[in-house]
């Protein structure tokens, strides 16, 4: 399983995969807090807050994410080695878990720089560090949390076909519905006596919640929980082969 993982470190990073993820998170980010005037612009808003951060990145990472992750699988399909990883004294599981915390690492690498955004904002701050430091540090939590469901849903994606693209399109779509889908859902009138129930289902109800900076057990374990779901649904994508 290690020496998969590096297998899947190496491939980001010995083709411009990798950096060009890190580079456009980091870019777009960038302008949008930065330099393109607007609401999310901090130095316009006025306010030491790096709230634009935490509402533009789930946006971003959404496609970048599933850019990832859309050929781990669907690659290996494709150019008929999946059956040789199958074969080698490696579980279903184990393969899954290799390239799912290879995708996890790079989003980690994709988060740490943005640090400096926290930094600046801090130095700017009048006074000085005059910043919600614990609901900064919850919002970047939840977000990473965010983008380890996102690769998830990905690997899964990249697990039914064997076309990166289709992986893609798929990955994308159940990210969105997952993101954004049920908040939707609870606001329909038959859905209104069980709003909070519905929203609950959803990432950005527990998304806001840690970005408060209280980490909740619940929403620890919603993430944790979405995260297995789809890993063994992807094992039993990878199973079906066999049947």
């Known amino acids: ?14 083709s411009i995969t990798g950096y060009l993820v890190i580079v456009v998170f980091l870019l777009a980010n960038s302008l949008f807090l930065w ?34 992750t859309m050929r781990m699988i669907a690659e290996e399909k494709r150019m008929g080695t999946l059956e040789l990883l199958i074969t080698r004294p490696l579980k279903e599981m184990q393969i899954i878990s290799a390239k799912y915390f290879a ?16 930094l600046s904002v801090y130095l700017l ?18 977000l990473f949390f965010l983008a380890a469901i996102y690769a998830a849903i990905g690997i899964f994606s ?12 798929v990955s994308v779509i159940l990210s969105l519905f997952f993101y954004i889908g049920f908040d939707m859902l609870a606001s329909l009138p038959f859905f209104t006596f069980k709003e909070g129930f519905v929203a609950s289902l959803g990432i950005n109800e527990h998304y806001k919640s840690i970005s408060r900076g209280v980490l909740d057990s619940r929403d620890i374990i919603y993430f944790a929980g979405v995260v297995v779901i789809f890993l063994m649904l992807t094992k039993l994508s990878l199973q079906s082969r066999k049947w």
């Open 158 to 169: 990249s697990s039914i076909t064997d076309n990166q693209i289709v992986a893609f399109i």
């Open 125 to 142: 701050g009048n006074p000085v560090g005059n910043i919600d430091t614990g609901g900064t540090l919850g919002s970047f939590i939840g």
């Open 1 to 14: 399983m290690l020496s998969l993982f590096r297998k899947e470190i190496g491939i980001f990073f010995s």
């Open 35 to 68: 330099v393109f005037p607007g609401n999310f612009n901090i130095i316009d808003s006025g306010y030491a807050s790096l709230e634009p951060l935490f509402i533009i990145s789930p946006w971003i990472f959404l496609f970048l994410v599933s850019a990832v």
């Open 103 to 118: 995708a996890v690492l790079l989003v980690l690498l994709s988060l740490i720089p943005t640090l400096v955004f926290f």
